[in-house]
């Protein structure tokens, strides 16, 4: 078991795109700045790196007036799906980035326990073939639903599988099992992406994604953490800037779960 307890850990850098989700922003910055100001994060050895994606309203002008972080404002090129100007944010910091490790963090992630940072560094340091250090959810379901919403979605797929091998009419079927780590916190070890000329947005795909499977051909490991135990450090609202963007109603599930976490963050506050 890795401790997470560290005496010397190493310089690393955050990332974040914002996208017209000021109150989101709001909140996940105030916390890491939190824990700044509490010394629990060492300003020597963490950069804050903030792309924002032309948001062109008050989240961008919030940004504008923070000076402990390092903003870079993108120009979006014509009409962009979400996951391609996110990817193409973070290839922005990317490229900016001098230190070896890089968290990805989204907006509506929230850290309450800052310990995960070294933590998951002990990770890397312990095995240099560590590219990446993840969790392949994005909440967490608990055992019981998590594992109901495995076995409904492999019956949901080999059915689809079955329907189409018939002729029949039918969605094409998704995977019934996660494979990815998802970028709404993940930590990479940057130095080994760019020894190969890697990037996070590539082959259109979802940022991170096609990093992943580049990955596992070789003998870099990704490394997967299971929610029951990354949830103790933060709180994720699931989808929440993609729900105040694309106009979700308030009685969408995941807007519901948005509010009632704000509502919790509101109290501890």
């Known amino acids: 078991m890795v401790s997470n307890e560290m ?20 909140i996940c910055l105030t916390l890491l700045k939190k824990h700044i100001d509490a010394g629990l994060l060492d300003t020597d050895k963490v950069d804050i790196w903030v792309v924002d994606n032309d948001s062109n309203d008050e989240s961008t002008d919030y940004l504008r007036s923070l000076d402990w ?13 979400g996951f391609a100007a996110h990817g193409q944010g973070l290839d922005l910091i990317l490229g900016q980035v ?19 940072f070294k933590l998951w560094l002990t ?16 909440l967490n379901r608990g055992y ?13 797929f080999y059915t689809r599988q079955i329907k189409l091998a018939l002729g029949m009419k039918a969605r094409e079927p998704k995977p019934y099992i996660e494979t990815y780590i998802k970028s709404f916190f993940a930590l990479w070890n940057v130095k080994h992406m760019k020894q190969s000329g890697l990037t996070f947005f590539m082959e259109n795909r979802i940022p991170g994604y096609a990093l992943q499977d580049i990955f596992k051909q070789g003998d870099l490991k990704i490394k997967k953490i299971s929610p029951m135990k990354l949830f103790k450090f933060l709180d ?34």
């Not at 490790?101 to 995960?116: A, C, K, R, V």
């Not at 990770?123 to 994005?138: E, I, R, S």
């Not at 019981?144 to 949901?156: A, D, G, M, N, Y």
């Open 69 to 81: 972080i390092n903003l870079i404002e993108r120009k979006s090129i014509g009409k962009e799906v």
């Open 236 to 269: 994720h609202v699931e989808a929440g800037t993609v729900g105040i963007v694309t106009g979700y109603t308030e009685q969408n599930r995941r807007v519901k779960r948005k509010n009632k976490l704000l509502k919790r963050l509101e109290g501890r506050g």
């Open 123 to 138: 990770y890397c340091q312990h095995n240099p073939k560590t590219a990446a250090v993840g969790c392949v959810h994005q």
């Open 144 to 156: 019981i639903r998590t594992t109901w919403r495995t076995l409904s979605r492999f019956f949901k």
């Open 98 to 116: 001098n230190t070896d490790y890089l968290f990805l963090m989204h907006t509506d992630t929230f850290i309450h326990d800052p310990s995960i």
């Open 7 to 26: 005496k010397e850990y190493p310089k690393f850098s955050i990332a974040l795109v914002n996208y017209k989700t000021v109150d989101l922003t709001k």
